[in-house]
T-cell receptor
Framework: AQSVAQPEDQVNVAEGNPLTVKCTYS??????LFWYVQYPNRGLQFLLK??????LVKGSYGFEAEFNKSQTSFHLKKPSALVSDSALYFC??????????????FGSGTQLTVLP | EAGVAQSPRYKIIEKRQSVAFWCNPI?????LYWYQQILGQGPKLLIQ????????DSQLPKDRFSAERLKGVDSTLKIQPAKLEDSAVYLC???????????????FGEGSRLTVL
């Protein structure tokens, strides 16, 4: 069975500092990895995804994520945090398998708070 | 481009009552999902449709939950009878299906928040 672990429930960072939100995964075969952000009382918004290719993927709002196959990780990063980045972040994984559907499994989420 | 539409945004019912949620996906998206998000947890897939067929309903509590997507476009999720533990946000999402049959990233609606008293 596939799974996602987000080891930190809460991450606090000062505005202007770099931020990292951690994610590790378990899946059979090659992974298809996503990061989503959720603002209060809103649905999830897509940030970025990794399928194949360059291990560093860039997404919306200046976020990027680094895929590390040996460590089965997909950490979300941003060089300089903004107060407006404060939100709930979810990592998700599914098996990359053409011709059939695979369930997208979400982590439990990490609350990011950027302090002014 | 219009996003995923869901209604109602909020619903309060008593236990043992029934409730229905509606979702209209992004035009052209073949795949539609219903997720349950309990407070403090990540979304959990309830059911996945591809066009009007069910792809995965392994985590749907079929004794009380049902869902349909009759014409392959909009969808309805029903709970009958509701239990206290059904209090959650019900998220609908849709995605494109590539020629290789791989679903792309999901686009979510704003959710329907259910409170069961």
């Amino acid at each position: 069975a596939q799974s996602v672990a987000q080891p930190e429930d809460q991450v606090n960072v000062a505005e202007g500092n770099p931020l990292t939100v951690k994610c590790t995964y378990s899946v059979s075969g090659n992974p298809y990895l996503f990061w989503y952000v959720q603002y209060p009382n809103r649905g999830l918004q897509f940030l970025l995804k990794y399928i194949t290719g360059d291990n560093l993927v860039k997404g919306s709002y200046g976020f990027e994520a680094e895929f590390n196959k040996s460590q089965t990780s997909f950490h979300l990063k941003k060089p300089s945090a903004l107060v407006s980045d404060s939100a709930l972040y979810f990592c998700a994984v599914r098996a990359l398998s053409s011709g059939s559907a695979r369930q997208l499994t979400f982590g439990s989420g990490t609350q990011l708070t950027v302090l002014p | 481009e219009a996003g995923v539409a869901q209604s109602p945004r909020y619903k309060i019912i008593e236990k043992r009552q029934s409730v229905a949620f509606w979702c209209n996906p992004i035009s052209g998206h073949a795949t539609l999902y219903w997720y349950q998000q309990i407070l403090g947890q990540g979304p959990k897939l309830l059911i996945q449709f591809q066009n009007n067929g069910v792809v995965d309903d392994s985590q749907l509590p079929k004794d009380r939950f049902s869902a349909e997507r009759l014409k392959g476009v909009d969808s309805t999720l029903k709970i009958q009878p509701a239990k206290l533990e059904d209090s959650a946000v019900y998220l609908c999402a849709s995605s494109l299906l590539s020629q290789a049959g791989v679903s792309g990233e999901l686009f979510f609606g704003e959710g329907s928040r259910l409170t069961v008293l």
